[in-house]
């Protein structure tokens, strides 16, 4: 089946620096979305990519999907406090199914 | 504001126990989802349905079923609890479209003893 890997597990940055987490699927996907779960609470939707080579901005948050949309990766610039968390990417096939496969996460703590 | 409901924040079950867990979701999403959250393994797939009696298998179903009896219902069912279904549940709905975003209910952290 469908496996969609995440890296890396865990980082730990000082506030002020930069962050990336990168997704890889074992296929093509129709879609990937991320996620932002912070500790103690659920996940919560970020954005979502659909187009080959998309890339989207949010704030400090930059988010792309690949050119073979088999890739995707979040980068925040500039780190705060308030972006402690796990974040999530999740892959959609498309083939005819609602079903997202998660990453398994990559745990995000910024120092002061 | 959308809101995915489940019944409790946290559970002590028996080994051997039946346990139920509960969603409901006020969006009339027509999806909604079961994955159970471990640390360093994500979130992984349960069950999950696309409609009213509809029910489909993910990825670690083994040990549990489901229930949608109602749209905005959907609920997990152990059969006979045991120690390794110890997790976090969380509860999902969306949209009968395959783009389009998932809302988590607050989990449900399960303990089984």
């Known amino acids: 089946g469908q496996q969609v890997m995440q890296i890396p597990q865990y980082q730990h940055v000082q506030e002020g620096e930069d962050f990336t987490t990168y997704c890889n699927s074992s296929t093509t996907l129709s879609n990937i979305q991320w996620y932002k779960q912070r500790p103690g609470g659920h996940p919560v939707f970020l954005i979502q990519l659909v187009k080959s080579g998309e890339v989207k901005k949010q704030k400090r948050l930059t988010f792309q999907f690949g050119e073979a949309k088999k890739n995707s990766s979040l980068h925040i610039t500039a780190t705060q406090t308030t972006d402690v968390g796990t974040y999530f990417c999740a892959g959609g096939s498309g083939a005819g199914s609602y079903q997202l496969t998660f990453g398994k996460g990559t745990k995000l703590s910024v120092i002061p | 504001d959308v809101k995915v409901t489940q019944s409790s924040r946290y559970l002590v079950k028996r080994t051997g126990e039946k346990v139920f867990l509960e969603c409901v979701q006020d969006m009339d999403h027509e999806n909604m989802f079961w994955y159970r959250q471990d640390p360093g393994l994500g979130l992984r797939l349960i069950y999950f349905?696309?409609?009213?009696?509809?029910?489909e298998k993910g990825d670690i179903p083994e040990g549990y079923s489901v229930s949608r009896e109602k749209k905005e219902r959907f609920s997990l069912i152990l059969e006979s609890a045991s120690t390794n279904q110890t997790s976090m549940y969380l509860c999902?709905?969306?949209?009968?479209?395959?783009?389009?975003?998932?809302?988590f209910g607050q989990g449900t952290r399960l303990t089984v003893v």
């Open positions: 349905s696309y409609d009213v009696k509809m029910k």
């Open positions: 999902a709905s969306s949209r009968a479209r395959r783009d389009t975003e998932a809302f």
